[in-house]
């Protein structure tokens, strides 16, 4: 018998390894791994051979639904996840890590080992990332279970599965039939041009809460007006950019739009009015799970009744909480007074 949830997020099960890259001498294998673009897939096999010559990795369960619903957990939201993984020991470390957030892992298993996405961070130069998503990759509509979409109050979708689009169409359709609200967090600037008209349907048609980073908002902001490209980004401020999320809010509650803008806090679109959050800049120790974080605690606040206002301010400070370690794994009693507060 499933229980009721609260939050189900559904999406990419990866685990995040983080390591610094210190003094001037890297091993030849990361430097031929890394040094091709920012962000780049590679083999399992190379991943494995990566994580290996690293020194003192931080490993913890990551993708981005996943460390929202982690976090939200935490909170104190009955919150479970959805994801493929191997039979290996990176499934069990997710799936422990998943459970002593609070969270059930249902988790699938397959053949192919767990995904993992390693993040080297070197200073004075931005974080170079490489993935391999493998087991992730195998989730299919057949393994969502449609029990556990018609008890959940709201799902959460990982943008990086938008292009999928069987898998995507099948847990719409299930929110669709059941009641059951949608949040999608975009995931990357490339995703967003990638599958903006469904975006658009989406916020059009659906329940849907989306989360956007600046980059992305642009991005979505340039395709409900083309208008926008044809003006020099010098030239239009912050009113005018957004006004396209502003303008597609305001038939309804939903869609509900937050922009994550990092030290700038927070921006809300709901009901054709937005609503601000700002919040107090410091120095990150690592910003990979910051959006992730900024969604779990909005998604909470609203989950318990609050404002979007307080919605949004909970996601600035769990978001604050979260950049100053590598990724999103962080003892829940650090978070009691966040917990309290909803």
Known sequence: MLADFELVGIGNALIDVFADLKGTATPNIIEELVSLET??????????TLVSELSGPVLCAGGGAANTIKLA???????????????????????????AAGAAPLLVCTEKPTGGCV???????????????????????E??????????????IDGYILGRTALVDHIVHLAERYGTFIALDA??????QAHADRLETYCK????????????????????????????????????????????????IFPIIAV???????????????????????????TTGAGDAFAAGFIAGWLRGKSLEDCADLGNQ?????????????????????RRII
Not at 39 to 48: F, T
């Open 39 to 48: 962000n780049r897939h590679i083999s399992h096999d190379q991943l494995a």
């Open 73 to 99: 957990a935490q909170l104190g939201i009955h919150s479970a996840f959805i994801g493929s993984v191997g039979r290996d020991e990176w499934r069990n470390q997710f799936a422990q890590e998943l459970s």
């Open 119 to 141: 993040i080297l961070r070197k200073a004075g130069e931005a974080p170079r990332i490489v993935a391999s998503p493998s087991a992730a990759l195998e989730l299919g509509p």
């Open 143 to 156: 393994h969502i279970n449609e029990e556990v979409i018609r008890q959940s109050r709201l799902i959460m």
């Open 187 to 192: 995931g990357s600037e490339a995703i967003v």
């Open 205 to 252: 048609t659906k329940p849907l809460m989306l989360f956007l980073n600046e980059a992305e908002a642009k991005a979505f902001c340039h395709h409900l007006d083309p208008r926008l490209s044809l003006v020099s980004a010098a030239d239009i401020d912050e009113t005018d950019l957004y006004r396209p999320l502003q303008t597609l809010t305001r038939h309804d």
């Open 260 to 286: 994550k803008r990092g030290d700038q806090g927070g921006l809300v679109y709901a009901n054709g009015e937005i609503y601000r959050a700002p919040t107090q800049a410091i120095v990150p120790f690592d």
């Open 318 to 338: 769990l978001a604050r909480e979260i950049i100053q370690i590598p990724g999103t794994r962080i003892a829940t009693q650090k978070l009691a007074r966040y």
